[in-house]
DNA sequence: GCCAACGTTGGC
DNA sequence: GCCAACGTTGGC
């Protein structure tokens, strides 16, 4: 099983919206970065997930489930973008901040400190252990 | 609101 | 195929 991270603004799509949607979940769609759609081709049912919201808080505020694999994207006809289905599973007990995160020497190599603008990326395993410490919440 | 970083586009 | 111009993202 892999780890991911998935990053939102909570003024277009937040984690109150997603925990809105239940077990059904809902497509990560509107994604049109090759890198970030590469990573979801990759996803396996059954993987996990944080859910970050950028901007104003910057911090990972939950954790969710990927439900299916990569398919087309319903919010566009151009076939080159696709998107899995996530839901979510839990919310931290605390957020783990942006602010933490940089603080933190073993999340130095994070994508989210490396290249925040990439929207869809991998987190390590042992990246996902500190940052479940770290927002008290079982990995 | 600004700006740096990054990705994409299009002219050559 | 290169690179300048442009648009977008996200942290500050």
Known sequence: ????LFKSEPSTWSWDDQVAKGDLGEEWDGVRNYQARNFMRE???GDLGFFYHSQKQK???GIVEVLHEAHPDSTTDDPRWECVDIKAVRGMTRPVTLEQI??????????LVRNSRLSVQP???AEW???CALGDTAP
């Open 1 to 4: 099983m892999a780890y991911w």
């Open 43 to 45: 996803m396996a049912a």
């Open 59 to 61: 911090a990972v505020v």
């Open 102 to 111: 940089k603080a933190e020497e073993r999340l130095g190599d994070m994508i």
């Open 123 to 125: 987190v390590t395993e």
């Open 129 to 131: 252990r500190v940052i």
